[in-house]
C-alpha cells in the first residue's frame, strides 16, 4: 500500500480536505455499525432477495447483482463502494489493516475515546521467529475478535489487507519487516496459520474477518537507490517464481482459504501483475480456486497508466485488469474509467458483473448483508473485548517466543536479579515505545520500554548515547554512556533501527548499524565494568560481525519490533523467566553483500560464472554473519534419529520414458508418487536443568541437479521439554511434496539419488530410485 504519487497540488489539496473532514466529521467516534439490509428498521428490505438469509450467497448476490444499473456496479469496484439508499446499502470502506493487530492505516478502521488503541503485537517478522504455528493462529484469533468488537461500534471494517507474505528476499527491503521471513515454507505455514486465526468463524462458508495475502508477486523492492515499486519490473524465472515467490500465496489461497489476494505495484517480465491474466484468473482463481476477491494495491491500476503507461488510455487499463481478474481497486480509478470503458466495447458488463460479484460474496459471508452486526454472532463483542489483560498478556509472550539469542559467552545470560547492584541500559532504543511496534500499526493498548522492563527487576542507570537511531556525529552522548556502563554492574544496549532506516518506500542501502551506533556499542564495551549484552531491535538484519567477535560483548539478542509489550519481553529473557526460543526467519549477509549484489536483481540461483553469491540460505554461496534458523537457549537439545527409511522406491505410471540408470530426475506428472510419504522419527532430549521450547528443523539437501537448493526446509516443529526431558517429534514427509523440486522451466521434478536429511548436526541420508 501507498500514496501514488499524484502532482503535489493534488496532494496539498487532498490533505487539505482530509484536514476539513476531519474537522466537521463525528462519525470518527464510533457509535454504530455499518451494515446493509436494515430490515429492523424498515421492513420493506426483507422483500429483497438479497436480504433474505434463507438463500444461499450465491442466490443473493445474484439477486443483488440484477438489481443494479451499470453505474451503481461500477461504484462496487473500489475501496470506498458507492452507497445504494434505495436499496438500504450504504457505502462500505473495503480498506482496513490488521498485520498484527487492528490498525489505523487505511480508512476503514479509526480509533477514538470509545476504543482508544487495540493489541499491539510483536511486528511480523518477530513473530515468525518463534516458528510456532499454534501462536500465529493464536494472534489472528485475537486481532479479529478486537476486529469484530471495534466493528460493532462502527469504528472498524470487515476486510482486513493483511497479512504481508512476500518472501524477504533481499535484507535491505524497508518492508522485510511485515513478512515472516525468507523461507516459503515458514511463510507459508505462517500465511495459514495467521489467516485462519483472522478468517474462522462458526459456520464454514461465514467469515469472521476477511484476511488478505499481498502482494502478488515478486514484490520485495520498495525505493532503492531511486528504483521505485510502481514501475519496477521484477524479472523473475518460471523456476524462482514456483519455488520462492508463489508457494505462500498458494498456501494462504488453498490451505488458509483466504478471502482475497491483492495484486502488487511492480510488473513482472514486463506485465503488471494486476493486468496479468495467467496471474490473476489463470493461477488464483483457475488452479487455486480462491473463494474471494482479488484487490489491486493502492493504486496499482492507475500506476500501471501514468507511470508504466502500459496501456494507451486510462480505459484500456480498466479493462485490462478487469479482464485479467481484478474485482476491486484500492483507489479511484475503476470508478472514474470503467463505464466509458463499458461504454467504448473494451469490456462487457458481464465483465463488471463478475468482479463485483466476488466482492459481494464476501461481504455476504461476512454478514453485512444480515442486518445489524449485533445480533448476530460476533454481537456481543465491544469494547470490553479490545485490550483484555488476556490480549495483552498474548502480546508478550508473542515477543518473548521470538526473540533471539545470537551470542552468550560463558553463558552471561540469564541475569540473575537478586545479584545485581545496578545495570546500566543505555542506548537510540533503549527507551522507545513507538519504534517497538514497526510499521501498520495501530495505537497500543499501553507500552513497556525496555527500560521499564528491565527496570521493573532491577535498579537502572539509563543514558540513550545517540538521540535517535540516527546516531549522527553531533548527536553522539559517549561520555554519559560511558560513566553509566563504566559504573555497572552489566551493561544492556539497545540500538538498532526504526521506520527512520527501512520502511515502506525506503530501502536501505547499507547493512551496517546506522551513523555512529558502532562506536558508541565498541566504546561503552571498552570501558563497561560488567559484561556487556546487545540488544538489536529492528526489522531486517545487520551486519554485526563486530560485535559478534568483539570478546567484551558477551551477549546478542535480536529483538525484532517487539510490540507493545517489547519491553517486557525482553527483560523476560534477560532475568531468564523465559527461555530464549526463537530463531532467524532470515539469513544476516556481511555488508560485502550489500556492496555487490544490486537490490534488483531477483536471481535466486547463484551464478558462479559472474560471482552473483544467490540469495537467503536456500541458495546462497557466500559468508553470513549469522544463518537462517540460528538461536541460542539456556539450555541445550541434542536429537537422536529413531526411524526413516533408507530407500524410497518412486512408481512410474506405465509407459515412462525414464530408464533409471539414466535419468538424473523424473517429471511428478510421469510417477504415481501420490500419497508417496514416510515418517521421520525422532528423540529430542533437553540436556539441560532449564524447561525450554526448542523448534526441530527438519531439511533436506537433494542431489545437485536443476539448480536445487543447498538445502530446504522440509518441516518444523516447536517442542517445549523440562528439565533433562526427552520429546518424540514426528515428521510425515510427502515425497511429491516436499522431497521435489521446480526444474528450469517449471515443472515439479522429484531428483533421484542421496537426498540428505539433517535435524541440528545428524544426517541421514535416503536414496530416491524408480
Ligand atoms: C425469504 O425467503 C423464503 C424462502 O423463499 C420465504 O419463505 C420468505 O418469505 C422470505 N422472507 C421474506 C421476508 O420475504
Ligand atoms: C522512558 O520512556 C517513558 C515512556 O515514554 C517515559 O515516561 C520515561 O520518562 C522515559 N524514561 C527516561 C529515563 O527517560
Ligand atoms: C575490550 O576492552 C579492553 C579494555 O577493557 C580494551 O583494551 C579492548 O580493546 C576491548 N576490545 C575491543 C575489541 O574493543
Ligand atoms: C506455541 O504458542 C502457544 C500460544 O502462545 C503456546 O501455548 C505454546 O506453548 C507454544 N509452543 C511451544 C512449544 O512453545
Known amino acids: 500500500m501507498g500514496e501514488a504519487p499524484k502532482s503535489h497540488l493534488l496532494d496539498l489539496l487532498f490533505l487539505f480536505l482530509c484536514f476539513l473532514c476531519f474537522l466537521c466529521s463525528d462519525g470518527v467516534a464510533g457509535q454504530t455499525p455499518v451494515f446493509a439490509c436494515d430490515v429492523a428498521s424498515n421492513p420493506s428490505l426483507g422483500s ?113 489487507w493483511s497479512p504481508n507474505v512476500n518472501i524477504f528476499r533481499d535484507p535491505r527491503w524497508g518492508r522485510g519487516q511485515e513478512t515472516p521471513g525468507e523461507d516459503p515454507l515458514l511463510a507459508s505455514k505462517y500465511a495459514t496459520g495467521y489467516v485462519r486465526g483472522l478468517q474462522e468463524a462458526d459456520e464454514p462458508e461465514k467469515l469472521k474477518v476477511a484476511a488478505c495475502c499481498k502482494h502478488y508477486t515478486a514484490y520485495d523492492v520498495d525505493n532503492w537507490k531511486g528504483i521505485e515499486r510502481y514501475t519496477f519490473n521484477a524479472v523473475v524465472s518460471k523456476q524462482d517464481l514456483d519455488d520462492t515467490f508463489q508457494p505462500p500465496f498458494k498456501s494462504c489461497v488453498i490451505d488458509g482459504n483466504v478471502a482475497s489476494v491483492m495484486c502488487s505495484y511492480n510488473q513482472v517480465n514486463g506485465v503488471p501483475t494486476c493486468a496479468d491474466p495467467d496471474l490473476l484468473s489463470g493461477t488464483i482463481r483457475g488452479d487455486w480456486k480462491l473463494n474471494g476477491y482479488i484487490v489491486s494495491d493502492c493504486d496499482s491500476v492507475n500506476e500501471l497508466y501514468n507511470r508504466q503507461h502500459y496501456t494507451k488510455t486510462p480505459e484500456d487499463a480498466a479493462a485490462i485488469s478487469i479482464l485479467a481478474g481484478l474485482d476491486l481497486n484500492c483507489g479511484s480509478f475503476l470508478r472514474d474509467h470503467t463505464l466509458a470503458a463499458v461504454q467504448g466495447g473494451k469490456l462487457t458488463e458481464k465483465d463488471v458483473e463478475k468482479a ?49 539469542l545470537l551470542k552468550n559467552d560463558n553463558g552471561c545470560l540469564p541475569l540473575v536479579s537478586s545479584r545485581i547492584k545496578s545495570l546500566a541500559v543505555i542506548g537510540p532504543n533503549a527507551n522507545v515505545t513507538f519504534t517497538m511496534i514497526g510499521n501498520y500499526e495501530g495505537t497500543p493498548c499501553k507500552y513497556t520500554t525496555p527500560l521499564q522492563g528491565l ?77 556487556v549484552i546487545l540488544v538489536i531491535m529492528s526489522g531486517g538484519p545487520f551486519d554485526i560481525s563486530f560485535a559478534k567477535t568483539n570478546g567484551n560483548i ?45 537490490m534488483t536483481d531477483m536471481r535466486m540461483r547463484s551464478d558462479p560464472s559472474t560471482g552473483y553469491p544467490g540469495r537467503t540460505y536456500r541458495f546462497y554461496t557466500g559468508d553470513t554473519v549469522y544463518e537462517f534458523g540460528d538461536g541460542l537457549s539456556y539450555t541445550d537439545y541434542t536429537h537422536h534419529l529413531v526411524k526413516a527409511p533408507q530407500l524410497v522406491s518412486i512408481p512410474l ?19 504415481g508418487c501420490n500419497d508417496l510419504g514416510f515418517d521421520v522419527h525422532l528423540r529430542v532430549r533437553n540436556s539441560g536443568n532449564r524447561a525450554g521450547s526448542h523448534t526441530v528443523f527438519l531439511f533436506s539437501t537433494p542431489p545437485a541437479v536443476h539448480g536445487a537448493p543447498r538445502k530446504h526446509l522440509v518441516g518444523f516443529e516447536k517442542v517445549f521439554l523440562g528439565p533433562k526431558a526427552v520429546g518424540q517429534v514426528v515428521f510425515k514427509v510427502d515425497v511429491c511434496k516436499d522431497l521435489s523440486m521446480v526444474d528450469e522451466l517449471g515443472n515439479r521434478k522429484l531428483a533421484l539419488g542421496s537426498h540428505v536429511l539433517h535435524v541440528g548436526s545428524l544426517k541421514h541420508s535416503l536414496s530416491l530410485k524408480v
Open 48 to 160: 429483497y432477495g438479497f436480504c433474505n438469509t434463507s438463500y444461499g450467497t450465491e442466490q443473493r448476490v445474484a439477486d443483488l447483482v440484477k438489481r443494479l444499473t451499470l453505474q451503481e456496479k461500477v461504484g462496487f469496484l473500489v475501496n470506498k463502494a458507492t452507497a445504494v439508499s434505495r436499496l438500504g446499502i450504504p457505502s462500505y470502506e473495503w480498506w482496513s489493516e490488521a498485520l498484527h493487530g487492528v490498525s489505523y492505516v487505511g480508512p476503514g478502521t479509526h480509533f477514538s475515546t470509545l476504543v482508544p488503541g487495540a493489541t499491539s503485537f510483536p511486528q511480523v517478522i518477530l513473530t515468525a521467529a518463534s516458528f510456532n504455528t499454534t501462536l500465529f493462529e493464536a494472534i489472528g484469533k485475537v486481532v479479529s475478535t478486537e476486529a469484530r468488537a471495534m466493528h460493532n461500534v462502527g469504528l472498524a471494517g470487515l476486510t482486513y
Open 653 to 671: 505410471v506405465e509407459g515412462h520414458s525414464c530408464d533409471s540408470r539414466q535419468c538424473k530426475s523424473v517429471d511428478l506428472a510421469g510417477t
Open 554 to 598: 558477551s551477549s546478542i539478542l535480536w529483538v525484532g519490533y517487539p510490540g507493545e509489550a517489547g519491553g517486557a519481553a525482553i527483560a523476560d529473557v534477560i532475568f531468564g523467566y523465559y527461555n530464549p526460543s526463537g530463531r532467524l526467519p532470515v539469513t544476516w549477509y556481511p555488508q560485502s553483500f550489500a556492496d555487490s549484489v544490486p
Open 455 to 531: 527496570a521493573a527487576n532491577v535498579k537502572t542507570v539509563y543514558a540513550a548515547g545517540c538521540a535517535n537511531v540516527g546516531c549522527t556525529g553531533n548527536s553522539l552522548q559517549l561520555d554519559s554512556a560511558k560513566a553509566a556502563a563504566a559504573a555497572a554492574d552489566f551493561t544492556v544496549l539497545v540500538v538498532g533501527a526504526d521506520q527512520s532506516i527501512e520502511r515502506e518506500s525506503f530501502d536501505r542501502v547499507s547493512l551496517l548499524l546506522p551513523g555512529q551506533q558502532t562506536s558508541l556499542i565498541t566504546e561503552v564495551a571498552k570501558v563497561a565494568k560488567g559484561p
Open 356 to 404: 463485483i460479484t466476488n466482492n459481494f460474496a464476501v461481504l455476504m459471508r461476512l454478514g453485512f448483508f444480515d442486518g445489524d452486526p449485533r445480533n448476530l454472532p460476533y454481537g456481543g463483542l465491544g469494547p470490553k473485548d479490545v485490550c483484555t489483560p488476556a490480549n495483552q498478556e498474548l502480546a508478550r509472550e508473542a515477543a518473548r517466543q521470538g526473540i533471539v
